[in-house]
């Protein structure tokens, strides 16, 4: 089965910066798009980033100029480097991936979710 693990969340002061990243593993014969999602209490589930297999990105406005996104296309993994982050950046991120596996058709799977909590 394709299994995504994130790693890298955790709690950081106004200002800093932190890097989640997440590996895609199992029977994968191609990743497409890959991404990185968050959610915050009491609100729906948004872009943060996305990045296409070939290294175009695009980002959600209000990360713009914050936040880089980057995969290895070799390794199978999606990063997420955040600076100047600011309490509204509060949230579960998910990473995300559009595959196609070993007798599956393609779809997107999803990580189980790494907390970041911006706080003073």
């Known amino acids: 089965q394709v299994q995504m693990v994130e790693s890298g969340g955790g709690l950081v002061q106004p200002g800093g910066s932190l890097k989640l990243s997440c590996t895609a593993s199992?029977?994968?014969?191609?990743?497409?798009?890959m991404g990185w999602y968050r959610q915050a209490p009491g609100k729906q589930r948004e872009l943060v980033a996305e990045?296409?297999?070939?290294?175009?990105?695009n980002y959600a406005d209000s990360v713009k100029g914050r936040f880089t996104i980057s995969r290895d296309n070799a390794k199978n993994t999606v990063d997420l480097k955040m600076n100047g982050l600011n309490p509204e950046d509060t949230a579960v991120y998910y990473c995300?991936?559009?595959?196609?596996?070993?007798?599956?058709?393609?779809?997107?799977?999803w990580g189980q979710g790494t907390q970041v909590t911006v706080s003073s």
């Open positions: 199992g029977p994968i014969i191609v990743i497409n798009d």
């Open positions: 990045i296409t297999r070939g290294g175009s990105a």
């Open positions: 995300n991936a559009r595959i196609w596996a070993l007798r599956s058709p393609v779809r997107d799977y």
